[in-house]
């Protein structure tokens, strides 16, 4: 899927204003005209870390890097990295590599 | 509004309590506070209490009612009241509020949390409880994570080193050494910090408070009640609460909590003073990197200099604003929901002159409880009477 894979965030209908999670009303004009709306996978690394101590029911998945990435629409999503181990700068070009259920994982592009 | 003094103060230690439970640990601390105020309990118009996990990880509830109860207090308003990590600024403010507004003379605020006994992936997930579950905790994000994320961001914006950052964990954990309140001072070097087990990189061990037990208590009232006190009182200047950035997409450079920043440029302005008048700050450091972030936020060091000013020793006790002289969070523990009435009365302490840790001459304090993912915070200013 590399840099073709799209993420759903909502728009609001009334202003334009774009949110990457689900409220039920636009926090920019209060507005319940919400739509669902496909972006592009791409953006910016914000910041990254690897959590070595996960919390209780995620003890599965640790160690994992959880990625902060401004994506290119102009919202900011939290996923992780597919590929810790690189070492990504803040600063680095990602892009959408896959899904771990509900949760967006990135990988440089 | 009325002008609120603290008429009495009282803390248990914060630390490992194994043999007493949340109510007891409340109940004693309040007790201490009751009896320094000297006023007869039927005045005690409204019980404010704050506790975050209590619920998730020992299964007691109606903690408000049930320290009152514990106290003798009879048909008084009892409200627990929950912010995350800032449970406990939240209900002092509220036990100002009620004096300030003339709807009682005297109100008692208590803090207490019970962590202990839980494990280290259970408490973790118990704090998780302040993520948004809608956005940012079904990535895995923790509370180090978090502070790991803006220990990234500082540093790429401001070149922030993991000496500086030590320097934090040093001074904090040296502070706690002669405070009997904290049971976790002691003597560190740079390299053992660097070099203790990674927690959220570039977080380590030594770069997070410890789980702990605790609890504490004030009673505020009007200045009138002081004359009966047993212990100088302190006047409450300004107390603040704001909100903030509920999820980390509200978080614009990830450098800098919005909502300390409202709350302590409010702050100065209810007290009627300039940052430079702050003698001593006891800070939210649940995190190394949450006090230069915090110190910057709240306008006392210029923006991006927290780390630097730490490693000179200008946040030191003879510094030029003393950060954490208790130890802070680092040293004392954070039993959440009482932090921020355990800041108040170390900022009591300072105001009487009589910290086991005192900053000389210190005529005016100021405590910052943060929490969450800075969804909320309280900024509180005291001052010697």
């Given amino acids: 899927m590399a840099a073709s894979g799209s993420i759903t965030i909502f728009r609001c209908a009334a202003c334009g204003a774009l949110d990457p999670t689900p409220r039920g009303v636009c926090r920019a004009c209060l507005s319940d005209r919400l739509e669902r709306v496909a972006v592009a996978g791409t953006g910016a690394l914000a910041a990254a870390t690897l959590i070595r101590r996960p919390p209780k029911g995620m003890d599965a998945d640790g160690p994992y890097a959880v990625a902060v990435v401004d994506l290119d629409a102009g919202v900011r999503v939290v996923g992780r990295l597919a590929h810790p181990e690189a070492g990504l700068a803040p600063g680095s070009r990602v892009a959408l590599h896959g899904w771990q259920v509900a949760i967006p994982v990135f990988d440089a592009c | ?385």
């Fill in chain 2, 1 to 385: 509004m009325r002008p609120v003094s603290v008429l009495g103060a009282g803390s248990t230690v914060f630390g490992r309590h194994p043999d007493h439970g949340a109510v007891e640990l409340a109940v004693a601390a309040a007790r201490q506070a009751i009896v320094e105020a000297n006023v007869a309990r039927e005045r005690i118009g409204a019980v404010y209490l704050g506790n975050f996990v209590g619920g998730v990880l020992t299964g007691q509830e109606v903690l408000a009612g049930l320290v009152a109860d514990g106290l003798g207090l009879r048909d008084v308003p009892c409200t627990k009241v929950e912010g995350a990590c800032a449970s406990g600024g939240i209900a002092f403010r509220h036990a100002v509020l009620s004096v300030a507004a003339g709807l009682c003379d005297v109100a008692l605020a208590v803090g207490v949390e019970k962590m202990s006994h839980a494990g280290t992936a259970a408490v973790t997930q118990a704090l998780n409880c302040a993520l948004d579950h809608a956005a940012d905790g079904p990535s895995g994000l923790t509370y180090p994570g978090l502070f790991a994320l803006l220990w990234q961001a500082h540093a790429r914006r401001y070149g922030t080193t993991r000496e500086q950052v030590s320097a934090v964990c040093i001074k904090n954990r040296r502070n706690g050494l002669t405070n009997p309140l904290a049971s976790m001072g002691t003597e560190i070097t740079a390299d053992m910090i660097a070099n203790a087990a990674m927690i959220a990189d570039p977080l380590t061990l030594y770069d997070c408070c410890p789980i702990s037990d605790g609890a504490a208590a004030v009673v505020v009232g009007i200045p009138e009640l002081a004359r009966e006190a047993l212990a100088d009182p302190v006047r409450v200047l300004a107390s603040v609460q704001t909100s903030g950035g509920a999820r980390i997409a509200a978080h614009g450079d990830l450098t800098s909590f919005r909502a300390t920043r409202a709350a302590a440029e409010r702050a100065y302005a209810d007290a009627g003073i300039a940052p430079a008048r702050v003698d001593f700050v006891e800070l939210h450091d649940c995190f190394s990197i949450a006090e230069i972030i915090d110190s910057e936020d709240l306008g006392l060091i210029p923006p991006g200099e927290g780390g630097r000013w730490a490693l000179e020793g200008r946040t030191d006790r003879g510094g030029d604003v003393a950060i954490n002289p208790s130890g802070g969070l680092e040293a004392k523990g954070h039993p959440v929901g009482a932090t921020g009435i355990g800041q108040i009365y170390e900022a009591v302490q300072q105001l009487r002159g009589r910290h086991p840790n005192q900053v000389a001459g210190a005529r005016i304090g100021m405590t910052h409880n943060l929490g969450g993912t800075g969804v909320a915070c309280t900024v509180n200013i005291l001052a010697r009477e």
